[in-house]
């Protein structure tokens, strides 16, 4: 069982704190993950939306999670030392320490994110730079994977690092289920960026129709004038509205998709690499080996191994059922 901790800071975010809720602490996730909502002390904390929640527990659940998020919270002064050291003891002892939006503060503020990269929504992007000049702050990502250390945009980044994070523990498929129970995108990229646009998509299709198509035709090649073609716009302007939409140029888009099926097939079928690379449009093994070194630092074969062995350790026990005599066995 991996406990997942979200530590509300006065006033918490309350979508930020319950985007964590939702996804790990979501009664289909007992078996795999236990939440809880800890603050300074257990006590009623008050949000930026007008109503308080509830904290069942105070800084000790920190000493025994495995992972701890600090939703986003205001003012963003420093918390307090008590609540800095129990952070500090947290990534001591190898806790995945991660932050939704403004969250990313309290984790500056107790020294956690000195070296590494980061985001923050980029609202306060200036005011993280000037406090935390250690930090390389990226602010244009939509969530930034460190290792130990995660953090994300604001708000709405929040489920796509949520799902990354799951991702990492359960595997594409997996999280890909966990996103259709929330109705969310199943795959969005950290580096895609924050600063997207909603330009009003052409009558027909559009672009999100023009996504789902290209989903389903993710085996084989394709081309910007092709996505082009379908959603109907000159190759140009459709790369130019799909780059403002997603924050993504169209061949990067295809890149990640392709990739997170190759993930996918890796991990539920018995296909050879090479029939893999195929089924996923990235056409070679080689190739395949190439864009999943770069996206995650590991083999096929590797990642096989890693994410089999977690469905294993995840996937619950038979029930046990009566033999002929009339005794049990599994």
């Given amino acids: 069982m991996h406990h997942v901790v979200a530590l509300a800071l006065p006033d918490v975010v309350a979508f930020d704190l319950a985007v964590p809720a939702q996804i790990f602490g979501h009664r289909s996730e007992h078996g795999r993950y236990a939440f809880t909502a800890c603050a300074e002390r257990p006590a009623t904390v008050p949000s930026t939306t007008g109503f308080a929640l509830q904290a069942s527990a105070g800084l000790a659940a920190l000493q025994t999670a495995d992972t701890v ?28 320490v991660a932050s939704v939006c403004t969250g990313a503060f309290a984790l500056a503020a107790a020294g956690l994110l000195d070296g590494h990269a980061a985001t923050t929504h980029w609202h306060n992007a200036g005011e993280f730079a000037a406090r935390f000049p250690a930090v390389r702050l990226r602010p244009d ?47 969005r990229p950290g580096g895609q960026a924050q600063f997207v646009q909603r330009p009003l ?55 990640a998709q392709r990739l997170l099926e190759a993930r996918r097939l890796l991990e539920a079928t018995d296909l050879t690499v090479d029939e893999v690379a195929r089924r996923c449009g990235l056409g070679t093994a080689a190739n395949l080996r190439l864009n999943l070194a770069r996206d995650a630092a590991t083999t096929p074969s590797a990642y096989r191994s890693a994410f089999r062995d977690i469905a294993a350790r995840s996937r619950p026990a038979p029930a046990p059922r009566p033999d002929p005599a009339g005794t049990v066995s599994r």
């Fill in 141 to 187: 990502a939509l969530y930034v994977d460190e290792g130990q250390f995660l953090t994300s945009a604001g708000v709405a980044a929040g489920i796509d690092l949520c799902l990354h994070l799951y991702r990492n523990d359960h595997g594409a498929e997996a999280a890909a289920e966990v996103a259709r129970r929330m109705v969310a995108a199943v795959h």
């Fill in 201 to 255: 998509p052409k009558s027909g299709a559009g672009l999100a129709g023009t996504c789902a198509w290209a989903v389903s035709e993710i085996h084989r090649p394709l081309t910007v004038v092709e996505l082009a073609r379908h959603a109907g716009f000159a190759p140009r302007t459709f790369a130019r509205h799909f780059l403002a939409e997603t924050g993504m140029t169209p061949r990067r888009w295809l890149t």
């Fill in 69 to 96: 998020i600090v939703p986003g919270f205001y003012p963003l002064d420093d918390p307090p030392p008590a609540v800095l050291d129990a952070l500090r003891r947290a990534a001591a002892r190898g806790a995945r």
